[in-house]
């Protein structure tokens, strides 16, 4: 299963609607799930399959009451602590990381592997990495449990290959 996340921070609402309605069909067009980065609210607009939430964004609870069955993933930076907070909450997926240095945002909070075993002994949610994942060190991550891999600049910001052809060098 593969998953699209429109993260645009620094736009305003109406042009990641406009954005967003046109991921949302190629999404939809290509089986892919497409998640909202922050927003329940825009999520809802965007009739999107799911959020994404961070630490400071809205609350759990509030953007299950918001969105209702919709896929709700939290991040847990490096926290056991905050993922059972999240798994307890009923969170779709969780997300640890940097595992790596990324170029996508500033790393505050360092993750390993030993996160990834520890959780996955305690829990059946699936577990997504985030942070600096390329085609050398992506193998590692699913190899130790992490159930979906989070890659941003690696498509995006590649300087050797395009994105598709940096998407068809982790298959």
């Known amino acids: 299963m593969s998953f699209f996340q429109l993260r645009l921070k620094n736009y305003s609402q ?26 329940p609210v825009l999520t809802l607009k965007l009739n999107a399959d799911g959020c994404h939430l961070g ?25 056991v602590n905050l993922a059972k907070k999240a798994i307890k909450a009923k969170a779709s997926y969780i997300a640890f990381g940097a595992f790596y240095q990324s170029k996508t945002k500033k790393t505050k909070y360092a993750a390993s592997i030993k996160i990834l075993k520890k959780v996955k002994k305690f829990t059946k949610t699936p577990l997504v990495a985030i942070g600096g994942i390329n085609d050398v060190n ?5 190899l130790n449990k992490a159930n979906f891999l989070a890659i941003s600049s690696y498509i995006w910001k590649n300087k050797k290959y395009k994105p598709l052809q940096a998407i068809e060098r982790l298959k």
């Open 14 to 39: 109406k042009k990641k609607i406009i954005i967003g309605k046109k991921i949302r069909n190629i999404c939809k067009k290509n089986k892919v799930k497409f998640i909202v980065n922050d927003d």
């Open 55 to 79: 630490q400071n964004d809205t609350n759990i609870q509030i953007a299950k009451k918001i969105l209702g069955k919709k896929i709700i993933g939290v991040t847990c930076h490096n926290s």
């Open 138 to 142: 992506y193998k590692n991550l699913l």
